[in-house]
C-alpha cells in the first residue's frame, strides 16, 4: 500500500515537474517571438522613420500569427491546471486577437494601414509585460516593480489595443461593403443571406462587453496580488 502510494506520489512529482518544464518553453518561446517582433519594428521605424509603418505586416506578420495561434494553447493551460488565471479574461484576449488578425488584417488591401502597426506594438507591449514575468514567476520571485507594471500597466494598453481594434474594424467596413468578401447566401429550409459588415458591427458591441467584464476582472486580480504582496513583505 505504501508503496503503491509512493508511486503515485512520484507519478505526480514527475507530471508536475514536466508540466513546469512545458510552461517555462511556452513563455520563453512565446517572449522570443514578441521580442523579435517589437525589435524589428521599432529598428525598422527608426531606420525609415513613418515609411516603415506600411510595411509592417509584410515584415513581422508571419511571426505575429504564428505568436497568436499559439497563445490557443494557454486556454488548454488554464483549463487543464498547467496555468492559475481566470478563463475568460484570457479567452477573451486570445479569440478577439485571433477574429481580428485572420479575417480583418489578412486581406491584402488593409495590411498597409497605420492602424496595423499601431496595434501590433499594443499586442506586443501587452505581451513582453506579461511573459517575462510569467518566467520569473516559474524560476523565483519576481521584483515588485514587475508585478505592479503587469497587473497595473497592462490595462491601460490592454484598453487602448481594444480601442484601436474597434477603429480598424470601421476601417475595414467600406471594403467589405464594395467586394462582398466573406458575405454569402446559404440554402437552408429558409434562404439565408449573411452580410459580413453586418456581421462585424454586431461584433463590436460583444467586443465592448467583453472587454468591461475583462477589465473588471482584471481589476480584482490586481487587487489581490498587490494584497498579496504586501502581506508577504508584512510577514517577512
Known amino acids: 500500500m505504501e508503496m503503491e502510494h509512493s508511486l503515485s506520489g512520484g507519478a505526480r512529482t514527475m507530471r508536475y515537474s514536466i508540466g513546469l518544464a512545458y510552461l517555462f518553453l511556452y513563455y520563453l518561446l512565446q517572449f522570443c517571438g514578441h521580442t523579435w517582433i517589437f525589435a524589428n519594428m521599432s529598428a525598422r521605424f527608426l531606420s525609415f522613420g513613418c515609411d516603415a509603418l506600411a510595411g509592417t505586416f509584410y515584415f513581422v506578420g508571419v511571426m505575429m500569427c504564428m505568436c497568436q495561434l499559439l497563445s490557443i494553447l494557454e486556454l488548454f493551460h488554464i483549463a487543464d491546471g498547467l496555468e492559475e488565471c481566470r478563463l475568460l479574461p484570457r479567452f477573451v484576449q486570445v479569440m478577439e486577437r485571433n477574429f481580428l488578425l485572420f479575417l480583418i488584417i489578412s486581406q491584402e488591401e488593409f495590411q498597409s494601414n497605420t492602424v496595423v502597426c499601431v496595434l501590433f506594438y499594443m499586442w506586443n507591449i501587452l505581451d513582453l509585460l506579461r511573459y517575462p514575468y510569467e518566467l520569473l514567476c516559474l524560476i523565483s520571485s519576481p521584483s515588485f516593480n514587475m508585478l505592479w507594471a503587469r497587473y497595473t500597466v497592462s490595462i491601460p494598453v490592454y484598453v487602448l489595443s481594444v480601442i484601436v ?61 498587490l494584497k498579496s504582496w504586501t502581506t508577504k513583505i508584512k510577514t517577512s
Open 165 to 225: 481594434e474597434g477603429i480598424s474594424i470601421f476601417l475595414t467596413l467600406p471594403y467589405y461593403e464594395s467586394q462582398g468578401t466573406y458575405s454569402a447566401q446559404f440554402k437552408t429550409p429558409i434562404s439565408v443571406y449573411v452580410h459580413f459588415p453586418y456581421v462585424l458591427m454586431a461584433y463590436l458591441p460583444l467586443l465592448a462587453t467583453g472587454t468591461g467584464v475583462s477589465v473588471l476582472i482584471l481589476l480584482e486580480e490586481r487587487r489581490q496580488m
